[in-house]
């Protein structure tokens, strides 16, 4: 077992969203405020579902902040969404600042039954208070009642929630976020029939081609039965009041916003300033057919990127499209074109460049309705991903079925959509990652969102023509730098372990054990002081973490630990306690643990204040250690 290096997973996104460690799934409470994006997501700490959170400025670099909600006496915190309750309609507001206002699911531990329960934050999203009447919503038995997206409706004068509940959404009204009532439903019948319908959004959005009119886009989440196999995200155009929504297309018209096999639980920003004017989505780049099966070792789970929606007016009918934001392109780095040229049956064009993240764009005319036209990202371990457009079948694939671990259990890895050329032409862009995969047809019309695992994840891109002749009007490729700071192995001294998973994240050295776990440095110290920074990562039901000393590295010694739980410091000698004192230790809060030993007499200090001194008799020096027993704890700034 080894310390794991920042970042040594070799799947670790560039660009895309992870957390550093543990599982994440869907995006939740997705808020803008004053130059702040906040980005709210499933995180799951040792089934301990809480919500995790990032900021960022640009929507490409994230900060990661601690969890803002963790799980309590009542369950586990499951999505939902956040607003900004600007005019205080709420009451929860104590300072000068709105205050922010949560809505999620309670999945209950007594029944697992589903409630909403609201939380709130009065300093801009740094700390969060869940409201004394939780849960504001009940299920009156409901199976599945969940993931409320909440938004302000302007015409209505009312807040409006939107839940998803097994084969339909319900809408309820609210005046002040905190007593809701129902007001209306849609579905059951609509759409694609299969699968349970989760993480509805709803939102209203102008017509490109008719700056009048606009209409509601209602997205859902299902759970099973996507085009691509597994779950995936279907969309409804038409009209809404607040308590009805109406379909404008037939019941059985299925829309579906991707057509790959990783783009799930979108939902889209509150709060966007009205002069920005844009609609901006993030999903879950994953599948719950497979989630657990992923091969990525510190982290489970990755996002999509942001992406800008709009709607577009086809032969069809209002459709919705897709496009990354342009903020994007601030991680281009070096660029290289491909030549405008003729290709006919059999010939290729490839870039020199080889990046491990790669933005490519390209449109083609086709001189007549055969063949296809295929890109190639040629990974330098020798496998390839190939996404294509087939002229006479009129649809856009990707097949990953040789681009390194794939064939997921149930699912197969070559998937479609249906797309038409726009006068005669076709029109890619390509987002490459380290283990994601972007398409997006005609203009963001057509969307395919793929998990890929080569072995290595250097690509170029090469344009094939498969028995077609093809024009290529354009052609380039940049290489994406990551959106990840440098960062410096933090606490390098210690390097031998003793159980639990080591790994530097960005603040700093993460121990992680189910048991209890340890960390030592090299050399064997007898009187001594030390100073250290420990915060605890993850809400769990027994928690502890500490410094570890005078042992052997396997097991013995004596260890200082901070005990959340039964909140007090205690000192151990192996299993057996010395000493306890009461302390109330809070989450999401960093100690400074300093320990001065002298002639076999130990001073505990906590924040600078000195706490208690006991006598360790049969003390003779040893190796100096971390330590966590039965979760996450970061370690920082250490004093020798
Ligand atoms: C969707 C979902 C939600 C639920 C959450 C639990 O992926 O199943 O319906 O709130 O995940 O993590």
Same mark, same amino acid.
């Not at 895309?16 to 460690?21: G, I, L, R």
């Not at 015409?155 to 809408?171: I, N, P, Q, R, T």
């Not at 281009?332 to 790669?358: F, H, I, V």
């Given at each position: 077992?080894?310390?794991?290096?920042?970042?040594?997973? #070799?799947?670790?996104?560039?660009?895309?969203?992870?957390?550093?460690?543990?599982?994440?799934?869907?995006?939740?409470? @997705?808020?803008?405020?004053?130059?702040?994006?906040?980005?709210?997501?499933?995180?799951?700490?040792?089934?301990?579902?809480?919500?995790?959170?990032?900021?960022?400025?640009?929507?490409?670099?994230?900060?990661?902040?601690?969890? =803002?909600?963790?799980?309590?006496?009542?369950?586990?915190?499951?999505?939902?969404?956040?607003?900004?309750?600007?005019?205080?309609?709420?009451?929860?507001?104590?300072?000068?600042?709105?205050?922010?206002?949560?809505?999620?699911?309670?999945?209950?531990?007594?029944?697992?039954?589903?409630?909403?329960?609201?939380?709130?934050?009065?300093?801009?999203?740094?700390?969060?208070?869940?409201?004394?009447?939780?849960?504001?919503?009940?299920?009156?038995?409901?199976?599945?009642?969940?993931?409320?997206?909440?938004?302000?409706?302007?015409?209505?004068?009312?807040?409006?929630?939107?839940?998803?509940?097994?084969?339909?959404?319900?809408?309820?009204?609210?005046?002040?976020?905190?007593?809701?009532?129902?007001?209306?439903?849609?579905?059951?019948?609509?759409?694609?029939?299969?699968?349970?319908?989760?993480?509805?959004?709803?939102?209203?959005?102008?017509?490109?081609?008719?700056?009048?009119?606009?209409?509601?886009?209602?997205?859902?989440?299902?759970?099973?039965?996507?085009?691509?196999?597994?779950?995936?995200?279907?969309?409804?155009?038409?009209?809404?009041?607040?308590?009805?929504?109406?379909?404008?297309?037939? #019941?059985?018209? =299925?829309?579906?916003?991707?057509?790959?096999?990783?783009?799930?639980?979108?939902?889209?920003?509150?709060? @966007?300033?009205?002069?920005?004017?844009?609609?901006?989505?993030?999903?879950?780049?994953?599948?719950?057919?497979?989630?657990?099966?992923?091969?990525?070792?510190?982290?489970?789970?990755?996002?999509?990127?942001?992406?800008?929606?709009?709607?577009?007016?086809?032969?069809?009918?209002?459709?919705?499209?897709?496009?990354?934001?342009? $903020?994007?392109?601030?991680?281009?780095?070096?660029?290289?074109?491909?030549?405008?040229?003729?290709?006919?049956?059999?010939?290729?064009?490839?870039?020199?460049?080889?990046?491990?993240?790669?933005?490519?764009?390209?449109?083609?005319?086709?001189?007549?309705?055969?063949?296809?036209?295929?890109?190639?990202?040629?990974?330098?371990?020798?496998?390839?991903?190939?996404?294509?457009?087939?002229?006479?079948?009129?649809?856009?694939?990707?097949?990953?079925?040789?681009?390194?671990?794939?064939?997921?259990?149930?699912?197969?890895?070559?998937?479609?959509?249906?797309?038409?050329?726009?006068?005669?032409?076709?029109?890619?862009?390509?987002?490459?990652?380290?283990?994601?995969?972007?398409?997006?047809?005609?203009?963001?019309?057509?969307?395919?969102?793929?998990?890929?695992?080569?072995?290595?994840?250097?690509?170029?891109? $090469?344009?094939?023509?498969?028995? =077609?002749?093809?024009?290529?009007?354009?052609?380039?490729?940049?290489?994406?730098?990551?959106?990840?700071?440098?960062?410096?192995?933090? @606490?390098?001294?210690?390097?031998?372990?003793?159980?639990?998973?080591?790994?530097?994240?960005?603040?700093?050295?993460?121990? *992680?054990?189910?048991?209890?776990?340890?960390?030592?440095?090299?050399?064997?110290?007898?009187?001594?002081?030390?100073?250290?920074?420990?915060?605890?990562?993850?809400?769990?039901?027994?928690?502890?973490?500490?410094?570890?000393?005078?042992?052997?590295?396997?097991?013995?010694?004596?260890?200082?630990?901070?005990?959340?739980?039964?909140?007090?410091?205690?000192?151990?000698?192996?299993?057996?306690?010395?000493?306890?004192?009461?302390?109330?230790?809070?989450?999401?809060?960093?100690?400074?643990?300093?320990? =001065?030993?002298? $002639?076999?007499?130990?001073?505990?200090?906590?924040?600078?204040?000195?706490?208690?001194?006991?006598?360790?008799? *049969?003390?003779?020096?040893? @190796?100096?250690?971390?330590?966590?027993?039965?979760?996450?704890?970061?370690?920082?700034?250490?004093?020798?």
């Amino acid at each position: 077992m080894k310390r794991k290096p920042y970042f040594q997973d #070799p799947y670790r996104p560039l660009f895309h969203y992870t957390a550093q460690s543990h599982v994440i799934n869907d995006p939740n409470g @997705l808020l803008y405020y004053d130059g702040e994006y906040h980005l709210m997501h499933q995180y799951n700490i040792h089934n301990h579902i809480h919500w995790g959170h990032a900021v960022s400025r640009d929507l490409i670099h994230w900060e990661h902040l601690p969890p =803002a909600l963790e799980p309590d006496t009542i369950g586990q915190i499951w999505s939902g969404s956040a607003v900004i309750d600007w005019n205080n309609t709420s009451g929860l507001q104590t300072g000068k600042e709105p205050v922010f206002v949560a809505l999620f699911t309670y999945n209950e531990h007594v029944d697992s039954q589903q409630s909403q329960g609201l939380a709130y934050s009065n300093d801009r999203g740094r700390t969060w208070r869940k409201y004394w009447g939780n849960p504001v919503l009940t299920s009156g038995g409901k199976k599945d009642f969940r993931d409320p997206k909440v938004f302000w409706l302007e015409s209505g004068a009312c807040w409006v929630m939107v839940l998803a509940c097994f084969d339909h959404v319900e809408f309820y009204q609210s005046e002040n976020l905190l007593t809701w009532r129902y007001s209306g439903e849609f579905g059951g019948g609509e759409g694609s029939p299969a699968g349970v319908w989760e993480c509805p959004d709803l939102f209203c959005l102008p017509v490109a081609e008719k700056p009048d009119e606009s209409r509601w886009v209602l997205a859902v989440s299902v759970n099973d039965g996507a085009p691509a196999g597994g779950t995936g995200m279907q969309y409804f155009i038409g009209r809404f009041d607040g308590s009805r929504f109406e379909n404008e297309n037939s #019941p059985e018209t =299925a829309l579906w916003l991707d057509y790959g096999q990783d783009f799930y639980a979108g939902v889209t920003w509150n709060g @966007l300033p009205g002069a920005d004017g844009r609609r901006l989505m993030i999903a879950w780049a994953d599948n719950w057919r497979y989630r657990d099966a992923l091969p990525t070792q510190l982290f489970k789970g990755q996002f999509s990127t942001v992406r800008e929606l709009s709607l577009r007016q086809t032969p069809e009918g209002v459709r919705l499209c897709q496009r990354p934001v342009r $903020e994007l392109s601030a991680l281009e780095d070096q660029r290289e074109k491909m030549e405008p040229c003729r290709l006919s049956a059999g010939q290729c064009r490839k870039t020199a460049l080889y990046a491990g993240a790669l933005s490519f764009r390209c449109r083609l005319r086709p001189e007549d309705r055969k063949g296809r036209a295929e890109l190639r990202f040629v990974y330098s371990g020798g496998e390839w991903l190939s996404i294509g457009y087939d002229f006479a079948g009129e649809r856009l694939y990707v097949d990953r079925t040789h681009a390194g671990i794939n064939g997921f259990p149930g699912v197969t890895g070559i998937h479609t959509a249906p797309m038409k050329l726009e006068k005669g032409e076709l029109e890619l862009q390509v987002l490459a990652d380290t283990s994601q995969i972007e398409v997006f047809g005609g203009r963001g019309a057509a969307v395919l969102t793929d998990l890929v695992f080569p072995s290595s994840p250097d690509c170029r891109v $090469e344009l094939h023509s498969e028995d =077609a002749d093809l024009l290529l009007l354009e052609g380039e490729a940049a290489s994406l730098r990551t959106a990840w700071p440098e960062k410096r192995a933090c @606490l390098p001294q210690f390097t031998q372990l003793l159980d639990g998973s080591w790994a530097d994240v960005l603040e700093g050295l993460e121990g *992680d054990c189910g048991g209890l776990g340890g960390i030592f440095t090299e050399e064997i110290v007898e009187d001594f002081s030390f100073s250290v920074n420990v915060t605890l990562k993850a809400y769990r039901e027994r928690q502890c973490a500490g410094v570890w000393f005078g042992g052997d590295g396997q097991g013995g010694g004596f260890r200082v630990m901070l005990d959340w739980n039964q909140k007090q410091i205690s000192v151990y000698q192996r299993k057996h306690r010395l000493k306890a004192q009461r302390f109330s230790l809070n989450l999401n809060r960093k100690y400074r643990l300093s320990l =001065a030993v002298r $002639e076999k007499r130990l001073t505990v200090f906590l924040d600078e204040v000195e706490l208690f001194v006991i006598s360790l008799e *049969d003390y003779r020096g040893g @190796l100096l250690g971390l330590c966590v027993e039965n979760t996450a704890a970061v370690f920082q700034e250490a004093s020798f």
